[in-house]
């Protein structure tokens, strides 16, 4: 087992459109011929996400985002493609508009342990990663279970100036089985509440959106949406 160091992704802003299968197409046309593909993208440029969330008994993480609250957090461990080898403990906050991800890396045993709730191997009483310390705590004192899993296919496209990332998220399933983490293959579709529109296209970005990443997003039928994957999955319950 080891624990690679902490990292932060500093304060972004998200915006969040939910789009149909045909525009998701046009628009992937489009971002391609103007800026570089993510690097987990590979063949046709798309990659599986697969995350199980967590929540407490009181569901606050979903509560929180239906109700709009602007300080809210969401825990989760995420892997990409099938290589579940490479799994990640990742907090997501949003306070006051902005969004900000801390992740560690999880291998061997240590994942299996976040999994099931058993911390023999985790010395996160003595480690340097605040999430670490913070979620085995909430999971040993019962705060946090296991909630959701959620798997969607990805396409993703990066713009350097103002830090923009732009991805188109297809294919959305889930399951209350968290066993299902790692065998996706068994979760079920999951249909966004907008007739038609069965994509998600995020928008994330620094202090400013540049130009050519706003132009590149002209023509699409889009309204934007608080749109939460963890939340549109409690539909199927």
Not at 22 to 29: K, T
Not at 154 to 167: Q, S
Request: hydrophobic share 30%.
């Amino acid at each position: 087992m080891m624990i690679k160091h902490q990292t932060e992704v500093l304060p972004r802003h998200e915006i969040k459109y939910v789009i149909s299968g045909q525009e998701a197409d046009l628009l992937s046309g489009r971002l391609e011929k103007l800026f570089r593909r993510d690097s987990h993208g590979k063949g046709h440029g798309r990659y599986l996400v697969t995350s199980l969330y967590f929540d407490d008994i009181y569901d606050s993480a979903l509560r929180d985002k239906i109700d709009g609250t602007d300080d809210r957090r969401k825990y989760r461990l995420r892997y990409y493609g099938d290589d579940v080898s490479f799994i990640r403990l990742e907090k997501k906050e949003k306070r006051r508009g902005f969004c900000r991800k801390y992740s560690i890396r999880a291998e061997g045993v240590w994942a299996e342990e976040l999994i099931s709730g058993e911390f023999g191997h985790i010395p996160y009483m003595d480690t340097d990663s605040p999430l670490l310390y913070e979620f085995c705590l909430r999971r040993r004192e019962g705060l946090l279970r296991p909630r959701k899993v959620i798997s969607y296919e990805r396409e993703a496209f990066i713009y350097e100036p103002g830090n923009v990332r732009l991805t188109i998220d297809r294919d959305i399933r889930t399951s209350e089985v968290f066993e299902y983490f790692l065998s996706p293959d068994k979760l079920r579709p999951c249909e966004l509440p907008a007739s038609g529109r069965d994509c998600v296209l995020e928008v994330k970005y620094d202090r400013f959106l540049p130009k050519l990443a706003s132009l590149s997003l002209q023509g699409i039928g889009r309204m934007s949406s608080a749109c939460s994957k963890y939340a549109i999955s409690f539909r199927y319950d």
